[in-house]
């Protein structure tokens, strides 16, 4: 049942203003949903316009009239103020919910509740009949009424989840990827699912999301893939001449044709471009073999002199067994799993320093970028890669060719070969902005550092700035959604996950029992 709670007494292009009684204002009401106070702030409200549609608009202010303005509402002065933000169109004859105002209501105008069933419409709006929808989470008020995404455009497109530490964002990259996998009956509309995910887990904490538990005993579904980094497998035979100089940090004129004659003596072929594995400590041999001899038979020391910086690189990579899924292996883990007709999730557990890991992270995303690139594959399911941490490894800084370029191609182009990124930080600030920008649907968890609001609020498109003043109060489990995939931006709280991802915060303090 909707409930008048005042009337308009001001109207703006930004927003409106209306007044309602403190007696009608400060009551609780019966929602059938638990008991909710009248009006209160981050609430809808429905206007009535005189096409017989309503607006709907959002409480996004509230105060009482300052001393100057009390002489607006005498003799009833004891009121309250709310602003409102309009956010779109309700048609109650069908039911239907329009993003956008064709017409602002009047002055005067009464302004009500919106009752639950009309707010389910409104989350909905977006969601074709019979289409595919993905319940991500739930009213924060009324907990009842799912918020529901489009997962075509959430994972047809790039998204990404931000957060403070401990805010919830894995449990909620966990929620939404098993109410994709799992029976969790929040996928609706979808007998069919064309998506393999890949995820870079740098912490360690999605290994046993799908798995099934009975009693202590938990089982790895076959569907799911994990490795760490000792069991990949991403050869440097498929990197380009140019990428191994990059990586070896070498652009001197002195030294690149020592390295160029040596890749292509192991290569056994003219051109250094060519995907041919070779031993890579014999890097060191060969190009130390190409320095020219002395009449006397030595070596010329001065050549050695400005190529020990070369084969000191070479010597860190060889030796360093955290590198050997690059420099020591053959094959190509993510082409396997692409490739593979009974593998869906492949876990990738990368839990090592920042340096090993943006490589690690380059080979992945340039194996992904060139087999989806590919004519052949353009068919096959698309690809959602989660980057858990990204600040991590896409620097906003950085200008290192191992680094961004392949993830920044990926956000630029790779929609249309059909891979898709989803974004997890906890310092959004930090992450490439090139890759933040392609993002069309966001999830916001409680955000307090202020470069990071900042960035935000410089970086995403949203309807009103007040709604990044919330990120700051947010509860675990709360977010702010906007973007495509969602009907317009609301608070919601995400669904549960079950099982969680190990993030959980550690118990310092116990009592013994």
């Not at 008991?35 to 996004?60: E, K, Q, T």
């Not at 003799?75 to 309009?86: D, G």
């Amino acid at each position: 049942m909707a409930f008048k709670i005042g009337a308009v007494y001001r109207i703006t292009n930004r927003y409106l203003e209306i007044i309602h009684d403190k007696d009608i204002f400060s009551k609780p009401i019966s929602s059938g949903n638990g008991l909710h106070i009248v009006g209160m702030l981050n609430s809808y409200v429905s206007i009535p316009l005189f096409n017989s549609h309503n607006a709907i608009g959002i409480i996004f202010e509230q105060l009482e009239p300052s001393k100057e303005r009390e002489v607006l509402f005498s003799p009833k002065a004891n009121v309250i103020i709310s602003k409102i933000r309009l956010i779109g169109t309700f048609n109650p004859i069908n039911n239907t919910f329009k993003r956008g105002v064709d017409y602002f209501p009047t002055l005067d105008s009464d302004v009500f509740t919106v009752e639950e069933q009309q707010l389910e419409y409104i989350y909905n709006s977006t969601i074709k009949a019979d289409s595919a929808t993905l319940q991500v989470g739930s009213d924060i008020y009324f907990n009842q009424v799912n918020i529901n995404a489009d997962p075509n455009i959430l994972f047809g497109k790039h998204c990404a989840v931000f957060g403070n530490t401990g805010s919830g964002k894995s449990c909620t990259v966990t929620s939404i990827l098993q109410g994709v996998y799992l029976d969790k009956g929040r996928l609706l509309n979808a007998t069919n699912k064309h998506l393999k995910t890949i995820i870079i887990d740098s912490n360690e904490e999605y290994s046993e999301i799908f798995n099934t538990v009975v009693g202590e005993m938990s089982t790895k579904p076959d569907w799911v893939v994990i490795k760490d980094y000792s069991d990949l497998e991403l050869s440097h035979k498929d990197l380009s001449f140019y990428e191994l100089t990059e990586l070896l940090k070498e652009d001197s004129p002195n030294v690149i044709p020592y390295l160029k004659e040596a890749v292509c003596k192991l290569k056994k072929s003219t051109n250094a471009d060519h995907k041919v594995y070779f031993e890579f400590s014999q890097l060191q041999v060969e190009i130390e073999e190409a320095v020219p001899k002395k009449p006397n038979g030595g070596k010329d020391e001065f050549t050695i002199g400005f190529l020990k910086h070369i084969i000191k690189r070479i010597k860190h990579f060889s030796a360093d067994e955290r590198f050997d899924s690059v420099f020591n292996k053959q094959g190509n883990s993510i082409e396997d799993f692409l490739n593979s007709s009974t593998e869906t999730v492949l876990i990738l557990s990368l839990r090592v320093s920042n340096d090993i890991l943006a490589l690690l992270v380059y080979m992945i995303s340039k194996s992904i970028f060139n087999y989806k690139s590919n004519p052949a594959h353009r068919q096959k399911d698309n690809i959602l890669l989660v980057l858990e941490e990204a600040h991590r490894y896409i620097s906003t800084t950085s200008t290192d060719q191992i680094n961004n370029y392949y993830i920044d191609k990926l956000a630029r182009e790779g929609r249309k070969f059909g891979v898709n990124l989803m974004v997890s930080t906890q310092r959004p600030s930090e992450v490439s902005n090139t890759v933040i920008s392609q993002c069309n649907s966001l999830i916001v968890h409680k955000i307090t550092n202020s470069r990071d609001l900042e960035f935000i609020r410089n970086t995403i498109e949203y309807d009103d700035k007040s709604q990044i003043d919330l990120l700051t109060s947010l509860k675990q489990q709360q977010a702010l959604v906007l973007g495509e995939a969602f009907a317009f931006s609301s608070l919601i709280k995400i669904a549960d996950a079950n099982p969680l991802p190990h993030s959980e915060t550690p118990k310092i303090f116990t009592l013994d029992k």
